[in-house]
């Protein structure tokens, strides 16, 4: 018994702490923590849910302007710094009309870690809190004015503490938002009041002042008189009559416009014409300047316009060659959406071959792209701007002719991945509608919502808080399956998907200075130099320069240029890949190239130790150093030929494999004439002439004399000359083609207007 009594009792102390816990949990008011910035609920009042009152003193942190007047269209940075050595963990941050309070104008664009976009009402990123609760010391942004407002803007932010302590509604100074931001000329503002009876209208009439005797720059100054103190009749009756208004008669046409039952304009004026003799009287009257007349009344202005005429689109088989400049695709890029092009820097111009604009649209991102193909259209999104890895949206055309919207996902350089759809409204592929997937005259048109957040291929692909490059390209289609692209561009700096204007390309510069570079070197240096050194030994004899001979000293100049730009376009292309190409299984241009680097490296050292020209050893560097040579050129040119195969140089074709191709044979019969020439001119001279760069070394045991011993030119001398301006001039017009090639390759529309390469179907 005394058992069971302790058990009971033991329950009901158990059961009354219970009942205790709950009693004390149910006081508790119910709080919400939002650590990843304010709620869009927010959006309105900027008042947290905290379930606190904000206070009234001053805020923990200051908001700075880098400018009080801004043009539409461009942006000012702003910061939020803690005040002294306090801090602030977080914030929310809108800019309003001044006229009204209650409209987010404007965009904004943040960097880091430290602010996330809020989208409020119909803007776009109009508004941007914290990302993080960490206590912060400043936080930095900038704000981007909308290109269709002018007027005045103030910043409203809240600034939070702590959980319990926050400001809610802070503004800052006007900000000026306007085309023409300039003092405004002073006017002279004339008074009126309107009554049933009277009107009163003060005005003051302008009067010309005599010019002093010796000022010359007295022809546009003007006296302010009133009006009362001029003779009326002797003004109607002056040279200046024209320019003389009556008001007791003006008001008398204005009670009779009043009385007619035709609506009419609030403010009108008749403004006399001079008559011929009145004209040369003011031609004639050079001491006085016109009279001016300020009042109430607004002369009427006629301005005349001409329009300029619009040019002339490119049109190819009846198909257009870039977009319309007016086509609306362009409308909002620099105020509501974010827009990318192909060539780079099209969007400026609006003159593009593939063009892609995207905008977050409520929960989703809105995309839309079109672009000149017969195959199709595609853009990405990259991490590490290089291929592989890549979340892809194309718009191919089927083998049937219709458009189709696909996901795709880059496996490395070996191709793209079809994402299959999947079932419901929220497909696999992250795309939530397809809008658009048309074609029309050549040119392919599509348009999607995307999901902010998707899982692709094991990868968490976030659009409103991750940042992207943005890729696009075009190709051809075999049987739905996407060939390799003939054209693309990659955008510069990463970007939030959210952040609008137009999207900038990524620089290209050390591409194109490696091709030019490599170019430079074997096409041009390496061959003038090898020639020089083969057929010109017995050339200018007769002058030395710092105890060498001719040959020599353009032979050298002209392989340490090789030398030279050979590394340094090396050491470029390695810093523009970041480390190795992909391209060694698919390619063998890298390959290729670091062998003739290598080969060109050596090449200096072995010719510093060479041996004397007597020395039993010369003909086995003789050998050495032609093999080499000519080795590294052979592979140097070849090596060119297959970079054309490589997306990165964007080469047209096959424009650039004929000209090497023309380079090549061009060289190899100018070695062979020069072959020639060396044989008749060796056959001119004694019976033993002079020897052949490759014959053997020794005779009787001893050595042939070196073409550096040998003092005077053999026969043909003159002819060898010609042959050599002709071929310095031709590899110099070949090089520069390949170079304007490299350059500007990337728009083909701009050869194709100076007629260096012809006009193309895409």
């Known amino acids: 018994m005394m058992r069971l009594a302790v058990s009971k009792e033991s329950k009901m102390l158990t059961f009354h702490k219970l009942v205790v816990t709950v009693g004390i949990l149910s006081l508790i008011d119910r709080t919400s923590s939002f650590s990843m910035g304010a709620p869009d609920s927010a959006c309105s009042a900027m008042m947290p849910g905290h379930s606190h ?104 932010y809240t600034c939070l503490k702590e959980y319990q302590t926050f400001w809610v509604g802070l503004e800052t100074a006007p900000v000026r938002i306007s085309r023409s931001i300039r003092e405004e000329p002073s006017e002279v503002k004339s008074e009126s ?69 035709i609506p009419q304009p609030a403010q009108s004026a008749v403004i006399p014409q001079p008559s011929s003799s009145t004209e040369e009287k003011i031609e004639e009257e050079e001491s006085f300047t016109p009279i001016y007349i300020s009042s109430t009344t607004t002369l009427r202005t006629t301005t005349t316009t001409t329009e300029e005429p619009k040019e002339p689109l490119p049109f190819i088989n009846g198909i257009l060659q870039h977009t319309d400049p007016e086509d609306p695709i362009f409308v909002g890029c620099n105020s509501t959406k974010a827009c990318f092009g192909l060539p780079a820097g099209c969007v400026q111009s609006q003159k593009c071959e593939l063009i892609v604009t995207y905008r977050p649209d409520r929960l989703d991102y ?25 979340l892809t949206t194309s718009c191919i055309i089927q083998s049937n002719g219709a458009v189709d919207i696909i996901t795709g996902f880059n496996v490395g350089y070996n191709g793209n991945k079809n ?82 204007g137009p999207v900038k390309a990524k620089s290209r510069l050390f591409i194109l200075l490696h091709g030019s570079f490599m170019i430079g070197a074997w096409v041009c240096a390496a061959s003038l130099g090898i020639m020089i050194a083969r057929y010109y030994k017995q050339t200018w004899t007769a002058s030395r320069c710092c105890n060498l001979d001719q040959w020599f000293i353009w032979h050298r100049t002209f392989m340490m240029l090789t030398w030279g730009l050979t590394i340094a376009g090396f050491v470029l292309i390695l810093l523009e890949l970041n480390g190795l190409s992909k391209t060694f299984d698919t390619n063998p241009h890298a390959l ?38 000519n080795s590294a050129q052979i592979l140097g040119i070849v090596c060119i030929f297959y970079a054309v195969d490589l997306s990165k140089a964007q080469l047209p074709r096959p424009e650039t494999d004929w000209l090497l191709v023309g380079f090549v044979a061009f060289h190899f019969i100018t070695h062979l004439l020069m072959s020639c020439v060396t044989c008749v001119s060796e056959s001119q001279s004694n019976k033993s002439g002079y020897p052949l760069a490759m014959r053997p070394m020794t005779r009787n045991g001893h050595a042939y004399p070196d073409y550096e011993e040998l003092k005077r030119d053999a026969p043909g001398s003159s002819v060898r000359i010609f042959v050599l301006i002709v071929y310095m001039l031709v590899n110099v017009i070949v090089t520069a083609a390949l170079i304007l090639l490299v350059v500007m390759a990337p728009t083909r529309s701009t050869l194709e207007e100076f007629g260096i390469l012809p006009s193309v179907q895409a």
């Open 366 to 390: 809105h995309f839309e792209m079109k672009g000149l193909s017969n195959g199709y259209i595609a853009m990405g999104l990259s991490r590490d701007e290089r291929m592989g890895d890549d």
């Open 592 to 629: 290729l190239g670091f062998i003739t680097v290598g080969l060109c490296f050596i090449q200096p050292f072995l010719a510093l130790i060479r041996c004397s020209p007597n020395h039993r050893y010369r003909g086995w560097f003789n050998w050495a150093h032609w093999l080499i040579g």
């Open 193 to 261: 009041s309107d009554s049933d009876d009277k009107k009163v209208i003060t005005e003051d009439i302008l009067e010309p002042s005599i010019k002093a005797d010796g000022e010359l720059n007295n022809v546009n100054s003007i006296e302010i008189v009133n009006k009362d103190d001029i003779d009326k009749d002797a003004a109607k009756n002056s040279e200046f009559e024209f320019a003389f208004i009556d008001k007791e008669k003006e008001e008398e046409k204005v009670r009779a416009k009043k009385e007619d039952d």
């Open 53 to 156: 009152p904000s206070q009234s003193g001053s805020p923990p942190a200051n908001f700075t302007l880098t400018s009080n007047t801004v043009l539409p269209g461009e942006m000012i940075g702003l910061e939020l710094v803690a005040t002294g050595n306090s801090q602030f963990k977080g914030f929310i941050i809108q800019a309003r009309s001044v006229e009204q309070k209650d409209r987010q104008i404007g965009s904004f664009v943040v960097s880091g870690d430290d602010a996330s976009y809020m989208t409020c009402g119909r803007g776009i990123h109009n508004s941007i809190t914290h990302r993080k609760s960490n206590g912060k010391s400043s936080m930095k942004a900038q704000w981007l004015a909308p290109t269709d407002f002018e007027g005045e803007v103030v910043f409203r």
């Open 419 to 500: 994402i299959p759809r999947g079932s419901g409204k929220q497909g696999q592929d992250g795309i939530v509608k397809r809008i658009d997937y048309s074609r029309k005259d050549g040119w392919i048109s599509c348009s999607w919502h995307r999901k902010a957040k998707a899982i692709i291929e094991e990868q968490n692909w976030d659009l409103e808080k991750d940042l992207y490059h943005v890729m696009l390209a075009q190709g051809s289609v075999d049987d739905g399956i996407l060939k390799k692209h003939r054209s693309k561009v990659i955008s510069g700096n990463p970007r939030g998907l959210g952040e609008v």
